[in-house]
């Protein structure tokens, strides 16, 4: 089974416009953590924001919050007021502590922003 | 930036040739691990290592082999490049240990098997 799926290959999203980005994923380690990375076209891997399994608030990065709902494996990243500096790849982690501290990655979701 | 330095940027090699890649990481982190990245994929873990001499396996291990003697320093060998060894190889590190929760990601590498 996939450990993470992001079932969004490609989005478009008007500039200005908020867009959610889905991700779910699949443990049974009480223990994890949750990430979303930004990769823009020229390559890099770019943190954006964290959510461990144990944190009672969602997490919240300037623009970026994660959408954490535990009961259904879900954390959707929420981007507000998007960019066209958004446009870009988005890969959801997650990493659980029983595996020896690996790191699980979807397959991505490409974002468009529209002028 | 995280002190990560990925070598060489851009490779092209034929098939059955060895192929090293460097890892060097100036931060001291624990954990290092190579990636690769292909289309529709994601990135999958091809090695990880835990510490000196102290490495094991991911999800796409065949054909690749790896050691870190050092800290600072994690090698990915492929032994007998194949086509299919074609990808974006990305190192990364982390140091949970220190708190540290997140990957930190070098640059990648352009492999290209002829």
């Known amino acids: 089974a996939q450990k993470i799926t992001q079932t969004q290959p490609g989005m478009f999203v008007q500039e200005k416009e908020a867009v959610t980005l889905d991700c779910t994923y699949d443990t049974s380690d009480p223990s994890y953590g949750l990430f979303w990375y930004k990769q823009p076209s020229s390559g890099e891997m770019i943190f954006l924001i964290y959510q461990g399994s144990y944190d009672q608030q969602n997490a919240t990065e300037g623009r970026y919050s994660l959408n954490f709902q535990k009961a259904r494996k879900s954390a959707n990243l929420v981007i507000s007021a998007s960019q066209l500096g958004d446009s870009a790849m988005y890969f959801c982690?997650?990493?659980?502590?029983?595996?020896?501290?690996?790191?699980?990655f979807g397959t991505g979701t490409s974002l468009t922003v529209i002028p | 930036d995280a002190g990560i330095t990925q070598s060489p940027r851009h490779k092209v090699t034929e098939t059955g040739t060895p192929v090293t890649l460097r890892c060097h990481q100036t931060e001291n982190h624990r954990y290092m691990y190579w990636y690769r990245q292909d289309p529709g994929h994601g990135l999958r873990l091809i090695h990880y290592?835990?510490?000196?001499?102290?490495?094991d396996k991911g999800e796409v291990s065949d054909g690749y082999s790896v050691s870190r003697s050092k800290t600072e320093d994690f090698l990915l060998t492929l032994e007998s490049a194949t086509s299919s060894q074609t990808s974006v190889y990305f190192c990364?590190?982390?140091?949970?240990?220190?708190?540290?929760?997140?990957?930190?990601f070098g640059s990648g590498t352009q492999l290209s098997v002829l």
């Open positions: 990364a590190i982390s140091d949970p240990d220190r708190g540290g929760e997140k990957l930190f």
């Open positions: 982690a997650m990493r659980e502590g029983r595996t020896g501290n690996q790191f699980y």
């Open positions: 290592s835990y510490g000196v001499k102290d490495t």
